[in-house]
Nanobody, 123 residues
């Protein structure tokens, strides 16, 4: 089992940037493909991005492609989400997610979730 804790959220103006971090504990971090999801008020949780165990394979939702970047540091048990050119529609609770085993792209089904962190983008 792995525990996930997000940090780095907050309030930012449209066009600004934020970097989310998710630190894992409990099992060997490099065993897990990692991802990020988000849930806006009144909407279903949606996929944002996922990456393979090494970080070499990534897959982005069209809505964030070119603006968000996922990366990971297996030595620090941490995955990051760099968010640039933020828009008000990016406002949501962002969830870190983990799935044991490799990931090659496409559909991503997590087995573990963080508690979520709020990101608010003002216009």
């Amino acid at each position: 089992q792995v525990q996930l804790v997000e940090s780095g959220g907050g309030l930012v103006q449209a066009g600004g940037s934020l970097r989310l971090s998710c630190t894992a504990s409990g099992r060997t971090f490099s065993l897990y493909a990692m991802g990020w999801f988000r849930q806006a008020p009144g909407k279903e949780r949606e996929f944002v991005v996922a990456c393979s165990r090494s970080g070499g394979n990534t897959y982005y939702a069209d809505s964030v492609k070119g603006r968000f970047t996922i990366s990971r540091d297996n030595a620090k048990n941490t995955v990051y989400l760099q968010m640039n050119s933020l828009k008000p529609e990016d406002t949501a609770v962002y969830y870190c997610a983990a799935r044991q085993g490799e990931y090659y792209g496409g559909a991503y089904y997590p087995g573990y979730w963080g508690q979520g962190i709020q990101v608010t983008v003002s216009s």
